[in-house]
């Protein structure tokens, strides 16, 4: 299994759902980089559920254990060690039904690659529980892209059919006061309409009554990614950012900028047109969502991708027994979110922010982390000659 992404920069995640723990290993952190436990602690407050019918009723404490790579605040350059032990597990809860393979789950999938022999309780590894580690990892990324100028933010854009205010991805200062919004949310729902937090709770709420789930959409945007950072064609910006958001379980499609939209269009309506100002080139729209060519042209990046409802519903379904092998009905136990897309909104931030650093230490090696105000001063004009 292939739990490492990144090549210059790279996280190692671990653990399942019902084992001792889950967490992560960070590696190619720079030396001397801060490391605030506290604003560190915060961001994983935003994807701990907290048993109020909005998300599954087991709450964990989600408290991060720097284990290794981390002395006196400060990175010390080897790799980053990240624990979070599990407590409130209950894995009596799926005894019962444990040769049931659950539709929309990997449990076939899983038992066909390992041949019965993976940790199926709770979902074992492939559970939304993993994302904690990705959080922590990421959450010290964060901390560093922020310091280099780059903020990386998430909304919820859509969620059982009711929509929130999308970014103005064509507005970079308008883009950071929406960021600014969402930062000062805290653990709250990640919106920048407050009316719409009501009704989209009530939505899912309600849902969950019926025994049943919702999805959405979520929309994460980058501001302040250098022109030219991307390495095509495979490691493009694009490439990069979508083989982070597909890790998150439920994740089942993206789109950068107009995204499926383009299809609609005339070139003329499609391109973005370059202007400079003060020496600054820049687009007057943002169509392309920051990037041509696989490369950052300075605009903002802007993605969503579709999150697909909560697998795990309580209303009976249509499966297989795979030890009787024979059809069978399966009435899922256990405790299950009814709506992952607002507790999975900080692990997109997350998840962009490792295929950013990845991409940022491709293009500047340690520079950008030790130093952010200045790394850019070593990139030269383009070539006219």
């Known amino acids: ?14 653990g399942e759902s019902h084992g001792a723990g889950v967490g992560a290993v960070l590696d190619g952190m720079a030396a001397g980089v801060p490391v605030d436990e ?23 404490a989600d408290e991060v254990r720097i284990l290794s790579g981390v002395l006196r605040g400060h990175t010390t350059g080897t790799p980053i060690t990240l624990l979070i032990e599990n407590h409130n597990t209950r894995s009596a809860d799926y005894a019962a039904t444990a040769a049931l393979l659950r539709p929309g789950h990997a449990d076939y999938t899983a038992c066909a690659r390992y041949r019965g022999y993976q940790d199926a309780r709770g979902g074992g590894h492939f559970s ?40 103005a991805q064509d507005d970079p200062a308008a883009l950071a006061g929406q960021l600014d919004r969402l930062d000062a949310r805290g ?11 009501a009704p989209m709770q009530a939505a899912i709420r309600a849902a969950g009554a019926e025994g049943d789930s919702v999805g959405g959409v979520l929309e994460t945007a980058v ?24 890790a998150i379980p439920a994740v089942k499609g993206i789109e950068f900028g107009a995204g499926f939209g383009f299809a609609e269009l005339r070139g003329s309506e499609a391109n973005d047109p370059l202007r400079i100002q003060s020496g600054r080139i820049y687009t007057e729209t943002n169509r392309n969502a920051g990037i041509n060519g696989g490369l950052a042209n300075g605009m903002p990046v802007v993605f969503r991708t579709a999150v ?19 059809n069978a009905a399966l009435s899922i136990k ?48 383009c070539n006219t000659d």
Not at 45 to 53: E, L
Not at 319 to 325: E, F, G, I, Q, S
Not at 336 to 356: G, N
């Open 38 to 60: 506290a604003a560190l602690a915060a961001l994983m407050d935003r994807r701990r559920a907290r048993g109020d019918g909005l998300s599954t009723a087991r709450v964990e």
């Open 187 to 197: 653990p709250a729902f990640a919106l920048l309409d407050e009316a719409a937090e």
């Open 308 to 326: 697909k409802p909560t697998p795990s519903i309580y209303k009976e379904q249509r499966t297989v027994d795979y030890a009787a092998k024979e």
């Open 223 to 246: 501001l302040g990614l250098p022109a030219g950072v991307g390495e095509p064609f495979f490691d493009s910006v694009e490439s990069e950012i979508a083989h982070a958001a597909f």
């Open 128 to 167: 939304g529980r993993i994302t904690a580690g990705l959080v922590a990892g990421g959450g010290i990324v964060l901390a560093a892209l922020a310091r280099a100028g780059i903020r990386i933010g998430t909304h919820i854009a859509r969620c059982a059919g009711i929509a929130d205010t999308p970014f």
């Open 334 to 381: 256990g405790r299950h979110d009814p709506c992952i897309v607002p507790r999975a909104a900080v692990v997109q931030t997350c998840a962009a922010a490792l295929a950013v650093g990845d991409l940022l230490t491709a293009r500047y090696g340690e520079r950008w982390m030790t130093r952010p105000d200045t790394y850019r001063e070593e990139d030269a004009p």
């Open 1 to 14: 299994m292939k739990n490492t992404f990144g090549s210059a920069l790279c996280l190692t995640i671990f």
